[in-house]
């Protein structure tokens, strides 16, 4: 159980354009889910806190207007980059929180998603 | 600051030898601590969890890890490496966000 999902796994696109990257919990609602980055041989920077139903929370140095989150149901939360740029191109984790008997979280992870671009 | 530190970056370890990964962690109270491994082209697993309780945690594929608050550390280990256990492993703590480590780089040789 607590399978997460993203999609696409790798996406190429050019300067300039917006990409749209999904990330779903497939057998649990997340109220919670995560945005991280992550660079090669480096660890994961968490980038904003996406809650279902209301703004996402985003850490410091992270532009909001440039990393769109919606977290539109219990299941889905995307993330929107816009106006990539190459120094966009990065490696995209999601997670999604499970809460167990209201007294722990546990974070589940998505397969990541490879973005390029040109 | 609260944080976890990973000493070592990469580590190379013969099949069947014995394994061990630090992690140190900087936090006023007792946090809660995980161990996460990537492998290449796949999303982050957990591997096990530090709560509270028992110091000494069982995880999956035959890990576990020590708690050990005189120290401020919770190192994995694995008595009997695997050539599939290659992978990245990153500590972690929190609750409800979680901050990582720099991450361990295992190599296995034959």
């Known amino acids: 159980g607590a399978v997460v999902s993203q999609h696409p796994s790798w996406v190429i696109c050019k300067s300039g354009t917006s990409v749209k990257i999904e990330c779903r919990s497939l057998?649990?609602?997340?109220?919670?889910m995560f945005w991280y980055r992550q660079f090669p041989k480096q660890s994961l920077m968490l980038m904003a806190t996406?809650?279902?139903?209301?703004?996402?929370?985003?850490e410091q140095g992270v532009e909001k207007d440039k990393f769109l989150i919606n977290h539109a149901s219990l299941t889905l939360s995307t993330l929107t980059v816009t106006s990539a740029h190459p120094e966009d191109s990065s490696f995209y984790i999601c997670?999604?929180?499970?809460?167990?008997?209201?007294?722990?979280?546990?974070?589940?992870f998505g397969p990541g998603t490879r973005l390029t671009v040109t | 600051a609260q944080s976890v530190t990973q000493p070592d970056i990469h580590i190379t370890v013969s099949e069947g030898a014995s394994l061990e990964l630090r992690c140190n962690y900087s936090?006023?109270?007792?946090?809660?601590l995980f161990w996460y491994v990537q492998s290449p082209g796949q999303g982050l697993q957990l591997l096990l969890k530090?709560?509270?309780?028992?110091?000494l945690v069982q995880g999956i594929k035959g890990f576990e890890a020590e708690f050990k608050r005189s120290q401020s550390s919770f190192n994995l280990r694995k008595p009997s490496v695997h050539w599939s256990d290659a992978a990245e492993y990153f500590c972690?703590?929190?609750?409800?966000?979680?901050?990582f480590g720099a991450g361990t780089t295992v190599t296995v040789r034959a």
């Open positions: 997670s999604a929180n499970l809460i167990h008997r209201q007294t722990s979280y546990e974070q589940y």
């Open positions: 057998d649990f609602q997340a109220t919670t």
């Open positions: 996406s809650n279902e139903g209301s703004k996402a929370t985003y």
């Open positions: 936090y006023g109270a007792t946090p809660y």
């Open positions: 530090y709560f509270s309780g028992d110091t």
């Open positions: 972690a703590f929190g609750d409800y966000k979680l901050s």
